[in-house]
């Protein structure tokens, strides 16, 4: 637990630290609790396109697919950078609209899973040693 509060104000604090260079750089808003939360959208002049020449709702779906992955690409070589990657975790994604996508990313538990297992196996030995 101590490891959990220890990580979570090491987030914060990065995240206090690379406020302005995120918010400038990538348009995140950052809220109270410091989750992260943003959107993402086909570029009105393609959005348009699109539109326009009748394309399925599928080539549309897949232009913003690609949008979120050229963001996304962007975000995680610059949290690599700046050593929060290890921080954060993707809380939901959203699609709003035709065009629009909504990203909240959080501070993410490290391996919490995996530690609820290694306590199960030692509080199992435990009983029987």
Sequence with gaps: MFK???NYIRYRKCVDDNKDEIVRDFNIKIDNLYRLGTRISIPNNRFTVLKEYKNSE???YNSLNDE????????DAYLMKKN???YIGIYNVERV???LVVLVMSFRLFNIVK???INRIVMGLSTIG
Excluded: H, Q, R, T
């Design 4 to 6: 959990f509060i220890l």
């Design 58 to 60: 599928l080539d549309i």
């Design 68 to 75: 979120v992955k050229k963001y996304l690409y962007k975000l």
């Design 84 to 86: 929060l990657m290890e």
């Design 97 to 99: 609209s035709d065009n």
């Design 115 to 117: 530690l609820a297992n």
